[in-house]
């Protein structure tokens, strides 16, 4: 998933109104920052194959330090520690689920790949990606729920809390929508790269955002 991804994150900061959209975007976007670079170095491994899913032509045969469950759950607890040191448990808690809301929603539209620790055999994914329609429609949704969350959780302060907003959900959605729809890329390391690029420009913009939208006061 991709947008699916960030529907976790703008959904989440109801319940977290005081943790900023992209502290919220960089957790349910960790394991696809780390697996960029660890392809990079060559740590782990995939290959593009055209027509390898009707949604996705990424083989992403070996990414179990990244992706497995185990190491998920570690990333999870470990980009989260900080507030759990400061005691700040609960936004602690929905910091570390929205990390590991990226293995679950991976595990649902992945073919099956995703191992269950590194080293393990066994390999685990429901497939959706061999659906295009069904990966539109279900994350499409989710992605369209997630703006409505956090529209109505925060309140712009000015234009470009609004205009900068819509353009950013504009601009993943494209991204998300080329991915699919597109020729696949060259290589596996151009896609690396890409994210490795992509991603920190997104944070960037949702940084810039979230100084010009304000959690809505109840009443």
Known sequence: MFVGHFAVALAAKKVTPRLSLPLLFAAVQLLD??????????V???RVTPGFAAASPLDLYDFPISHSLVTSL???VLFASPLFIKRR???????AACVFSHFILD????????????GGHAKFGLGLWNSLGATVAIEGGLFVAGIVIYLRATRATSRAGTVGFA??????????????LAP????IKAVAATIVVVIP?????????????????PG
């Open 74 to 76: 570690g990333w999870s």
């Open 167 to 180: 353009v950013l959900m504009v601009m993943l959605a494209a991204s998300w929508l080329s991915g699919a």
């Open 107 to 118: 595990f649902v539209s992945h073919t099956p790949d995703m191992p269950l620790y590194p």
């Open 89 to 95: 448990f609960h936004e602690g808690a929905v910091l």
């Open 201 to 217: 420009v997104i944070l960037g913009a949702a940084w810039l955002i979230d100084r010009r939208r304000l959690p809505r006061t």
């Open 44 to 46: 782990e491994h995939a």
């Open 184 to 187: 696949p890329p060259p290589n």
């Open 33 to 42: 920052l780390l697996w960029p670079v660890f392809i990079l170095l060559g």
